[in-house]
């Protein structure tokens, strides 16, 4: 995904925010070495998109040991996020701008990321209504995968691929809510889409899908509430984060999301943005400003430190991605692309380079 529609889908979903909130959300600075997308398989297997403002160019990078190093690979042009099923089989979206309008192209690598082959002669966009873009994607497998899309106000859509990305059907949802966010997916075929009051899920790789929302009592239904992150374990354990009115909030299940409950919520943290667990007992979220959520005890209590760098100058005070491991080894990626490295499970965090660092090598 391109800069330009990363940051066309922060402004709506600000602008939604702002509407809420009645705040401003203000420009803020860009890292002349810009992350785009963090992904991570495991505590080993992660990759990195990265757009080199000064030379002009993206670059991807892969770690097989968890983030102490990095290897420069060759990246498509125009490559954004990627997702991947196994440390050799993953999908990127390769942005192309046309006419006035950013378009996404699905390529598949069958080695890790060293090289990649186009899947369709068409963008995902073609299926969509003008102004929508796709702005995330999660595969259960090597064939089965969804995409969602937002645009200006309450306008998205939900994308399936059967067939490893070879084609792709726009789906027919249970809710004419459509304002997506974010998406989770797991190997044994189930899935969840989140939005705005609302969480979708199917358990029998997308034939069909049901709404997920009982946390709230039917008075209080229409407060609205951001749904942005999700975790979830094979148990059927899960996390989803996220906002309510100006308050972060953090909800959990036990089965698969057939029953909710709320463990976490503070207008200290005003909204939670990304959440990512390194084990069964282990798990962390952030958002705006320089929170860092944890549990320690498998989601039953969450305890907030203010542990994030402080933005400098113009930065922006969010963190829109996290990823941990058991080792101790962590990342939160700054809106603006500014990457943070923790050695220590968090207690510390440095701005991390990795151009910088891969070319030391």
């Given amino acids: 995904m391109t800069l330009s529609v990363i940051l066309l889908s922060l402004l709506a979903i600000s602008q939604s925010r702002a509407s809420r909130m009645r ?3 203000p420009a803020y600075a860009v890292n002349p070495h810009e992350v785009d997308d963090v992904f991570f398989l495991d505590s080993r297997h992660g990759w990195v998109v990265l757009e ?5 160019r993206r670059d991807l990078f892969r770690t097989n040991d968890g983030g102490k190093t990095w290897t420069e690979l060759n990246a498509p042009c125009g490559i954004g996020q990627t997702y991947f099923v196994d440390s050799q089989v993953g999908w990127a979206l ?3 701008k046309s ?3 950013y378009y996404s192209y699905l390529l598949r690598s069958r080695d890790g990321g060293t090289t990649w082959q ?8 073609a299926k969509l209504s003008p102004g929508e873009f796709v702005v995330g994607m999660a595969y259960s497998d090597d064939k089965v995968g969804w995409f969602i899309s937002s645009g200006s106000g309450p306008a998205g859509s939900a994308l399936i691929t059967r067939d490893g990305g070879k084609s792709v059907q726009v789906l027919q949802m249970p ?5 997506y966010l974010g998406i989770f997916a797991l190997p044994t075929g189930r899935a969840w889409i989140l939005g705005s009051n609302d969480i979708l899920a199917t358990d029998d790789s997308g034939k069909t899908w049901e709404q997920q929302f009982d946390w709230i009592e039917p008075p209080y239904k229409s407060i609205q509430t951001l749904l942005e992150s999700a975790y979830f374990f094979p148990d059927g354990h899960g996390w989803v984060v996220g906002q309510e009115i100006d308050e972060g909030i953090i909800i959990s299940t036990s089965n698969f999301g057939r029953h909710w409950k709320q463990v976490y919520k503070s207008r200290n943290v005003p909204d939670l943005q990304s959440v990512y667990f390194s084990d069964e007992d282990n798990g962390c979220a952030v958002g705006l400003q320089e929170s860092l959520v944890c549990t320690r005890d498998g989601g039953s209590t969450w305890a907030n430190r203010k542990v994030l760098p402080l933005p400098k100058r113009t930065q922006a005070n969010f963190f829109i991605k996290i990823v941990m491991s058991k080792s101790g080894r962590g990342f939160v990626l700054r809106a603006g692309g500014f990457l943070y ?3 220590d499970g968090g207690q510390t965090w440095h701005e991390f380079d ?6 030391k090598k």
């Fill in 23 to 25: 705040i401003e959300v």
């Fill in 52 to 56: 080199d403002h000064k030379r002009n």
């Fill in 94 to 96: 390769r942005g192309v």
């Fill in 118 to 125: 186009q899947t369709t002669t068409e963008p995902l966009e």
């Fill in 341 to 343: 490295e923790t050695n």
């Fill in 99 to 101: 006419r006035g309008r």
């Fill in 354 to 359: 990795l151009l910088a660092a891969a070319l």
């Fill in 175 to 179: 809710t004419d809510e459509r304002n």
